[in-house]
């Protein structure tokens, strides 16, 4: 059973098994883990249930996003043992309350918590990024558009993506189109994405398995880059 079974329609479900949607595109040679936009303004600066978090943090996700770090905690652990490069997105300024971001009454809004030493576009703590690890301020919801994330890819060698962060709906799901349009093979983490709305984040997985990317369980991915743990270095360009 996938995540969006439950809100699909019957004839969408026909319709989606009738035209051959959903095909596996399968692993790369030469993965990259892709850490989006896990940040405290889409976190908040606590693990706390998301009609609490979002009276200070309009973007957060509440404890979907706090479930989230914990399982790219984990992806991390494996892809840097696995020698895989890890490449970060945040927010283009550090004002990340910003106007033309999306269209949110709230966007303007500047959080500001007593004793909390993080601005809301740094990494959150549990899951920094390590020295010699890319971390790209992006100006819109992909990872692609205007930063020179596809032209580093390239020079890496990487022939596929393993897609983590937020939310759903919104940068990720724009950079699994971008990606697959670059022709990397996409694959995203189902437990290592997550989104303040339920609904979108269902429709946005079943709409990203269906035609641009593989939406893959945790476990999967950690046997397959343990696999490449195992296998000779030369087989990952760093």
């Given at each position: 059973m996938r995540i969006w079974d439950d809100v699909l329609p019957e004839k969408?479900?026909?319709?989606?098994?009738?035209?051959?949607?959903?095909?596996?595109?399968?692993?790369?040679?030469?993965?990259?883990?892709?850490?989006?936009?896990?940040?405290?303004?889409?976190?908040?600066?606590?693990?706390?249930?998301?009609?609490?978090?979002?009276?200070?943090?309009?973007?957060?996700?509440?404890?979907?996003?706090?479930?989230?770090?914990?399982?790219?905690?984990?992806?991390?652990?494996?892809?840097?043992?696995?020698?895989l490069p890890v490449v970060y997105t945040t927010n283009a300024r550090e004002d990340t309350h910003r106007p033309g971001?999306?269209?949110?009454?709230?966007?303007?809004?500047?959080?500001?918590?007593p004793d909390f030493p993080h601005d809301g576009a740094d990494i959150v703590a549990e899951i920094t990024p390590q020295p010699g690890e890319l971390l790209l301020r992006k100006p819109r919801a992909s990872a692609f558009f205007g930063t020179p994330?596809?032209?580093?890819?390239?020079?890496?060698?990487?022939?596929s993506l393993i897609l983590t962060g937020t939310t759903t709906s919104g940068c990720v799901r724009a950079s699994a189109v971008d990606g697959h349009a670059y022709n990397f093979k996409v694959a995203v983490v189902e437990e290592c994405v997550f989104d303040r709305f339920?609904?979108?984040?269902?429709?946005?997985?079943?709409?990203?398995?269906?035609?641009?990317?593989?939406?893959?369980?945790?476990?999967?991915?950690?046997?397959?880059?343990?696999?490449?743990?195992?296998?000779?270095k030369a087989a990952v360009s760093r």
């Open positions: 969408d479900r026909q319709v989606y098994e009738l035209g051959g949607f959903g095909a596996r595109q399968g692993w790369g040679s030469r993965p990259a883990v892709l850490v989006i936009d896990v940040n405290y303004a889409f976190v908040g600066h606590r693990p706390e249930p998301i009609l609490e978090s979002v009276r200070r943090w309009p973007y957060s996700c509440g404890l979907q996003g706090w479930e989230g770090v914990r399982h790219i905690a984990s992806l991390l652990n494996a892809a840097r043992r696995a020698g971001t999306m269209k949110n009454a709230r966007g303007a809004e500047e959080v500001k918590i994330l596809a032209s580093y890819l390239v020079g890496l060698g990487v022939d339920e609904i979108s984040h269902k429709i946005s997985l079943f709409d990203m398995h269906a035609k641009y990317a593989d939406i893959v369980r945790l476990a999967e991915v950690m046997e397959f880059v343990e696999r490449m743990t195992a296998a000779p």
